[in-house]
T-cell receptor, first 125, second 108 residues
């Protein structure tokens, strides 16, 4: 069973950097699969933030790309999200997830199969 | 980029069939995926590759595709099916992920 658990501050001041870490158990992130971050603003829908592979390719939501940094620590089997220059609009529940990525068929298969429980990050002074 | 459009809400009585459409505004078509999210919980995958059901998901959940619209169908709706449902897809390379706006299923 793949389990993901986020950690990080629940309160961030405007203009500062939001930092979250996702610890993975039950699967080695360096063994394969893509991984990713998704967020959900209060009362709103899901928004994809970024997905990445441990040894390369990282894909970003164009609306967030200039502010997002993804890092990976394979020794600790975890990955991190940093979102800079945050505003109240970045207040959301942040999820980390495993991204099933298979582009070998005529139609690729791309979806999130394991999710964390989510953590609320509030941007406020 | 492209967008996925879902109706904000669908209501059905217990035992009836709920159908939740999700339409894409651009081609070419890629597979669609459906997630169920109950309040305070993370989303869980209920349909993948338009119509496949993951293990553990009840048979009353099914998916179909026609043109640029995919539909999640829940037959014999139960009170426990009341939740928010999201469709999701990606571009042909998998590098751009899109979620629909979500549909609140209310069981009357």
């Amino acid at each position: 069973q793949v389990l993901l658990q986020e950690s990080g501050p629940g309160l961030v001041k405007p203009s500062e950097t939001l930092s979250l870490t996702c610890a993975v158990s039950g699967y080695s992130i360096s063994s394969g699969y893509f991984w990713g971050w998704i967020r959900q603003t209060p009362g709103k829908g899901l928004e994809w933030v970024a997905t990445f592979y441990h040894s390369g390719n990282t894909y970003y939501n164009p609306s967030l790309k200039s502010r997002v940094t993804i890092s990976i620590d394979t020794s600790k089997n975890q990955f991190s999200l940093r979102l800079s220059s945050v505003t109240a609009a970045d207040t959301a529940v942040y999820y980390c997830a495993r991204y099933y990525y298979d582009g070998s068929g005529s139609l690729g298969e791309y979806y999130f199969d394991y999710w964390s429980q989510g953590t609320l990050v509030t941007v406020s002074s | 980029s492209f967008e996925l459009t879902q109706p904000p809400s669908v209501s059905v009585s217990p035992g009836q069939t709920a159908r939740i459409p999700c339409s894409a505004d651009a081609l070419p078509k890629q597979y669609a995926y459906w997630y169920r999210q109950k309040p305070g919980q993370a989303p869980i995958l209920v349909i993948y590759k338009d119509s496949e059901r993951p293990s553990g998901i009840p048979e009353r959940f099914s998916g179909s595709s026609s043109g640029t619209t995919v539909t999640l169908t829940i037959s014999g709706v139960q009170a426990e099916d009341e939740a928010e449902y999201y469709c999701q897809s990606a571009d042909s390379s998998g590098a751009f992920v899109v979620f629909g706006g979500g549909t609140k299923l209310t069981v009357l």
